[in-house]
């Protein structure tokens, strides 16, 4: 109990801190103009209707994997979990030793849109087009107004995220926190949203939460992602070139500025890949696979790229797989949006899960 409300308190005070640095609380109000987002303009993709549950991949919730033997086909981290592991038991939370068990879950998922606040699951903007805050611009809602709006004469492309929990995943917490202690979904939960993130459109200033942008931002370690490119797209993400997001392109900086906008399906893919790594910079999302995670998820600084798999939802929902991170977007989904109309993209983001399954 003591823990669950300092985890709650600690994720206050990150938000506190969020708001305080991004913007001043003692100013006026905006005008409502300043949001640029209507009714309008942002896409339904039904998600309520039904699309929750028939977009969904149902094949990718294999193997699963017991005591380390996989039932059905499919993928599986180099790193999962032991067969055999000891965690705290249902009894008073005495060790016990146990057996894991593994599997792929639709944990979250990602809205990325070109306006702010605009939502493709509810069919509307989160925050109507009416609404007037008590702060100047919010922090120009985050990203408003990126480098390549600023600069129209810009190639650039420009994305704001929204972070869900997945609705779906609720009903596997019945069944894996029936067996598994500290594992289990969430509600349908808005988790985080980038217009309030200050880091989100400026590089510069994102550079202070990822400092170690600057060894990575010659040339020779970009080109050694080609290596990442390769193996993502034939086999698996190297695991230890994090600064690597596979033929997407560069990871860093976490921000929603792209270099180029001719591929919404790479340039949205790049940017989940920047915002999942962003995540676990804040420790916002942990570690959910491999031995010193069966117990309970643990603090990965920098990205574990092959505890996810990324599945297109929405504008053309990609229903019988899913992909690395990383991954070719000529294998999966390059033709996977519709020009000016489904250039939003809802994108579904499954984790590996490593759980210990205690005798008792």
Request: net charge neutral; proline share 8%.
């Amino acid at each position: 109990m003591i823990k669950a409300r300092l985890r709650a308190f600690g994720a206050k005070l990150i938000l506190g801190f969020t708001l305080a640095f991004g913007f001043n609380a003692l100013a006026l109000a905006d005008v409502a103009s300043d949001v640029g987002v209507s009714g309008a303009t942002c896409p339904d993709a039904k998600f309520f209707s039904g699309a929750m549950i028939t977009n969904l991949c149902w094949k990718c919730f294999f193997p699963i994997r017991i005591m380390g033997i996989p039932i059905g086909g499919g993928p599986v981290p180099d790193d999962a979990a032991s067969p055999f592991c000891i965690c705290p038991g249902r009894t008073f939370g005495i060790p016990s030793p146990g057996i894991t068990l593994g599997l792929w879950e639709p944990r979250n998922m990602f809205e990325m849109v070109r306006q702010p606040w605009c939502s493709p699951v509810f069919g509307k903007p989160l925050i109507s087009s009416k609404t007037k805050l008590g702060v100047s611009g919010l922090a120009r809602w985050g990203g408003y107004k990126p480098e390549s709006m600023e600069n129209p004469q810009s190639m650039g492309a420009y994305y704001n995220w929204h972070w869900w929990a997945y609705p779906v995943n609720v009903l596997l917490d019945s069944l894996i926190g029936s067996v598994c202690s500290t594992k289990g979904g969430y509600d349908m939960d808005l988790l985080y949203f980038s217009e309030i993130d200050p880091t989100w459109n400026n590089d510069e200033l994102a550079f202070y939460t990822q400092p170690e942008a600057k060894l990575f931002s010659n040339p020779l370690v970009i080109a050694s992602c080609a290596a990442d490119a390769v193996a993502a797209t034939v086999d698996k993400p190297i695991q230890l070139m994090y600064w690597c997001a596979g033929t997407w392109g560069h990871a860093y900086p976490f921000t929603g500025n792209v270099n180029n906008a001719d591929s919404p399906p790479r340039n949205t893919s790049l940017l989940t890949f920047r915002a999942l790594a962003a995540l676990h910079r804040r420790t916002l999302a942990k570690k959910t696979y491999g031995d010193d995670s069966v117990c309970r998820s643990s603090i990965s600084p920098m990205i574990p790229k092959q505890q996810y798999r990324l599945q297109t939802f929405y504008p053309l929902p990609e229903k019988s797989g899913n992909h690395w991170l990383g991954a070719s977007p000529f294998e999966w989904g390059e033709w996977r949006n519709i020009p000016m109309k489904g250039e939003d993209y809802i994108i579904l983001q499954w984790n590996w899960v490593d759980c210990c399954v205690t005798f008792y």
